[in-house]
């Protein structure tokens, strides 16, 4: 009896065993690379001034993931250093994250170039403008995301509400890096041209600090700029109050991507709700670490853009907001 009791005891103990090895065995926790042409990583956070990344982190978190138990976060950023950026990605790719989230069409061609296989998530412009994809409904390779533009029908509205509150306007300084400036530039001239406008430049060129966006906007005033298109490009969102100050300085009258730009001061915008696209980008980062693929995901192309009007910008600059414009305003900020 006592040599079948042990026998009994020694076969529980062989099964319990492993089930208690594997319970302590470490959960593998899934790796996300966050890349930012410009931005610091220390501004990747929840408590980011970023709205992007407010939401973005806010809903992982709903969505269950939390740093350092169940997911490791790669923050790198770019430091508008063009020339880092090929290191970047080699580095980034070589630690085989499972998702990586790339801000800008410039530095997304570097990650593209390094790896074919790893899942990415990239904001960026319209990815049609940038040879990213070539169908939205079902993205090529392994590139999804997010557009922070809903079309080039957008930038042409960009002008008319410029020209709407400015019919003397003539000539728009469009800032935005090299990069983005030609593939904006472009069918923007065309449309500048049906409503009696000159798109001008220069370019923003690396690194983006304070000097070259003073430079910039300084030489498009002395090449007659008498308004400001800024566009979306990821390098100009972290120099925003800079840029709203500037345009005050020289009187120019100037239409933002976000609703950021308005809130400091800035003229107008006619923005896409980045948060929104904060909150989708988490739960396509959920999507692709529960197996599905890039080309499951739609390029998301905004549908929502609100008006946004700063009455007392306007009566610094002298300028009477039409009563249609208004109308249209989906927020003016007194």
Wanted: aromatic share 8%.
């Amino acid at each position: 009896m006592q040599r079948r009791h042990f026998i009994t005891l020694l076969g529980g103990s062989a099964v319990a065993w492993p089930l208690s090895a594997r319970a302590q065995q470490p959960v593998r926790m899934s790796r996300i690379a966050i890349i930012h042409p410009v931005v610091s990583p220390e501004m990747m956070r929840e408590n980011s001034e970023s709205p992007f990344y407010r939401s973005f982190f806010s809903e992982l978190r709903r969505l269950g993931y939390i740093e350092g138990k169940d997911i490791v976060i790669e923050r790198r950023s770019g430091e508008g250093r063009t020339d880092r950026y090929s290191e970047i990605a080699q580095e980034l790719v070589g630690l085989k994250p499972d998702v990586m989230v790339v801000t800008s069409a410039r530095i997304l061609e570097y990650f593209r170039q390094a790896t074919t296989t790893i899942p990415i998530i990239a904001m960026t412009g319209d990815p049609i403008l940038f040879n990213i994809v070539s169908n939205v409904s079902r993205p090529e390779g392994n590139v999804t995301g997010f557009s922070a533009d809903a079309s080039l029908e957008v930038h042409g509205k960009y002008l008319e509400f410029l020209k709407q509150l400015k019919p003397t306007l003539s000539k728009v300084g469009l800032l935005s890096a090299r990069l983005s400036w030609e593939p904006y530039g472009r069918p923007l001239r065309a449309i500048a041209e049906r409503l009696g406008l000159v798109i001008v430049g220069p370019p923003l060129e690396h690194p983006f600090g304070e000097t070259e966006f003073r430079r910039v906007i300084a030489a498009m005033i002395d090449g007659g700029a008498d308004g400001l298109l800024v566009t979306a490009a990821a390098e100009n969102f972290p120099r925003r109050g800079l840029i709203v100050a500037l345009a005050e300085k020289y009187q120019l009258p100037a239409i933002y991507p976000f609703a950021e730009y308005v809130k400091l001061g800035g003229l107008m915008g006619y923005a896409v709700d980045i948060p929104e696209i904060g909150v989708r980008a988490a739960g396509y980062v959920d999507r692709l670490l529960h197996g599905a693929k890039p080309s499951d995901l739609p390029y998301y192309m905004p549908t929502k853009i609100r008006l946004l009007i700063n009455v007392a910008t306007a009566k610094a600059l002298g300028l009477t907001i039409p009563d249609e414009l208004l109308t249209l305003a989906d927020e003016v900020i007194e």
